[in-house]
């Protein structure tokens, strides 16, 4: 298990360089606009009033996207990272089995006496530490630059938001995992069907404060659990964070079962 | 004597698919013993090995690897199997080295030496990454990881395949060695004249069926029982009712006048009455199994 992790690691080190880099790189900016907004907060305000109210709920869980938590959400927290989560985690999720088995190479691991079980462990453990490693970056970065700007959010919080979102990813990287380790067939569509879930679970959960009727099947959706800014002003219920762990876990063991049964290629 | 491989009835329907494409398979490889696993494109040589590699399920029957089931026991079968896949995979972006390091770092190495002159028979180029190598270069290091760990069992799908002569005989020679010390080899191949050379004994699979399996026994090659053929040319008429009438003689008379004359056991007869005739031409057929494997080419299914 220990030398599949390692060298799916170092296999994907620039890739996982290049996230971190990215994702820091977009928090670092955005937050540094933070002064501007602040400052002209009033005129901004008046601009932000005259946009239809569905912008609003498209860009941020929050009212008052001129607050620290509001531009935090908004500029980040709601929409854009935990997108790049979910991109990252599916792309991971839907190529740590797949990709070998496809081009042959899971042979010559399979060949080996390493249970199956034991290989996809390696292969989830690389996927989480990627994960792992792309979110302690941009947690370090927005940390970082939040306190430089002098945003008014406990820094702790900000971390937990994060989290919560690399959590969500995750989640959707699980599912592509585990569609492709059930079968060659399911794994084709698994990046497509995830990215379809979390893109599509965006949409509907961001209107549903202005269409009833999408109520309901809001609740359906892991979207709907992700509220960044409650968690920024302290008010989130984190057993929806552990219903994020929970899945995930779920979605693993899915994987593992599947995968240690089945055929390899064809 | 427990036989190092043995297959009892195995199938394999994959999923989705009309037709098996293995139908109750059996047969049994002694320890030492070289197999040679003949057939058509599509015959189910690759499903059987894969099943045998516990890569996919067999959907009905049983097999077993030095006594270890295939389908319980399969990582402790892959202890002591190694094998190379008939489209031999690897990383791309990995050198030789790199490739043997993870390998030996998920099965331990028994020596380094073992690796060391494999490397060196093969001439294999082990500083250059995959992608930039010859087909025949990336099956050298294909058959150098079945090899590495001193495995007791060798299941080989296609393993001459793109390794130019020279290579192939390093290869008859890697086999002749492991089987010499013990190991059994289980491999697949076009290669008729190669199979006849290296295997002791031949199984013919044609549609998912074991249609025929054949010693090769070379020490009685010349011996009593072997049959042997030869192509005469005579300088005149030939002498056809004579021949016919030799113990152990078959005959036939080619449309050029040539004859095709099959012994039996003793040369003697036949060469004495040779020697009174004005031979002008004699080759030697061995009877191979080669015309009978092509003919079970052949056969409508
Ligand atoms: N993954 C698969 N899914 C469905 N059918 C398959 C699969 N792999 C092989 N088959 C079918 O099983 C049969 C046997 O194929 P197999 O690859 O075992 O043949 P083979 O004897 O190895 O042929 P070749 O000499 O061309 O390598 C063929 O009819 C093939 O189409
Ligand atoms: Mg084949």
């Not at chain 1, 498209?58 to 991109?87: E, N």
């Not at chain 1, 599509?200 to 099947?217: C, I, K, M, N, T």
């Not at chain 2, 249609?211 to 049959?227: F, I």
């Not at chain 2, 009877?287 to 056969?299: G, P, V």
């Amino acid at each position: 298990m220990i030398p599949v992790l390692l060298s799916e690691l170092r296999r994907r080190r620039w890739a996982t360089a290049g996230w971190s880099l990215g994702i820091s790189a977009y928090i670092a900016l955005n937050l540094l606009t933070y002064p501007i907004v602040r400052d002209q907060s009033k005129a901004l305000g008046q601009v932000l009033a005259s946009l239809p109210g569905s912008f609003k709920t498209m860009v941020s869980d929050s009212t008052d996207l001129l607050s620290p938590a509001g531009f935090m959400s908004s500029k980040i927290l709601y929409l854009i990272l935990p997108m790049l989560f979910t991109v990252l985690a599916v792309s991971l999720g839907s190529t740590l089995l797949a990709r070998e088995e496809r081009s042959g190479t899971l042979e010559l691991l399979l060949a080996r006496p390493l249970p199956r079980r034991r290989l996809l462990a390696g292969k989830m453990a690389a996927g989480l530490a990627i994960m792992a490693i792309v979110t302690v970056a941009a947690s370090a970065i927005a940390i970082l630059f939040s306190w430089r700007v002098g945003l008014e959010l406990s820094l702790l919080r900000i971390m937990q938001a994060i989290g919560l979102s690399a959590l969500m990813g995750l989640m959707f990287g699980g599912l592509a995992l585990a569609l492709s380790a059930l079968g060659r067939a399911t794994g084709r569509g698994s990046a497509a069907l995830s990215a379809a879930l979390a893109v599509g679970g965006y949409l509907v959960v961001s209107l549903e404060g202005l269409a009833d009727w999408l109520r309901w099947p809001a609740k359906l959706l892991p979207y709907h659990y992700y509220q960044p800014t409650e968690v920024l002003l302290g008010g989130y219920n984190w057993l929806n964070a552990w219903g994020f762990f929970a899945i995930t876990v779920i979605l693993a063991a899915i994987a593992m079962a599947g995968f240690s049964r089945r055929d390899i290629g064809g | 004597m427990n036989a190092a491989i043995s297959l009892n009835g195995l199938s394999k329907v994959y999923a989705g698919a009309a037709e098996p494409a293995l139908r109750g398979v059996s047969l049994a490889i002694a320890p030492g013993e070289i197999y040679g696993f003949l057939g058509p494109n599509g015959a189910g040589k690759s499903t059987c090995i894969r099943t045998l590699m516990g890569f996919i399920r067999p959907t009905a029957g049983k097999a077993s690897i030095l006594g270890l089931d295939i389908v319980k026991d399969s990582v402790a079968i892959k202890r002591r199997v190694g094998y190379l896949a008939g489209e031999v995979a690897l990383y791309q972006d990995m050198t030789g080295r790199q490739l043997m390091d993870y390998l030996s770092a998920l099965q331990p190495l028994k020596s380094a030496n073992c690796l060391r002159r494999l490397v060196e028979d093969f001439q294999a180029e082990m500083n250059r990454p995959v992608r930039e190598l010859s087909k025949g270069n990336r099956q050298k290091l294909g058959i150098i990881q079945a090899f590495a760990h001193q495995p007791e069992v060798l299941i080989l799908d296609e393993p001459t395949g793109g390794l130019d002569p020279l290579m192939q005989e390093v290869f008859y020679d890697l086999v002749a060695t492991a089987s010499g010390d013990g190991a059994s080899v289980f491999f697949s191949s076009h290669n008729l004249s190669e199979v006849q050379r290296v295997c002791r004994r031949i199984g013919f699979i044609k549609n998912g069926r074991l249609v025929a399996e054949h010693p090769v026994n070379r020490q009685e090659a010349g011996a009593k029982t072997a049959r042997q053929r030869f192509i005469v040319s005579f300088d005149g008429p030939a002498p056809y009712f004579q021949i016919k009438n030799l113990p152990g003689v078959k005959v036939s008379r080619q449309n050029s006048g040539d004859l095709t004359i099959e012994v039996v056991g003793e040369l003697a007869p036949l060469l004495k009455l040779l020697g009174q005739c004005r031979v002008k031409r004699l080759t030697s057929r061995e009877q191979d199994i080669e015309s009978e494997f092509l003919n079970l080419y052949q056969e409508e299914s």
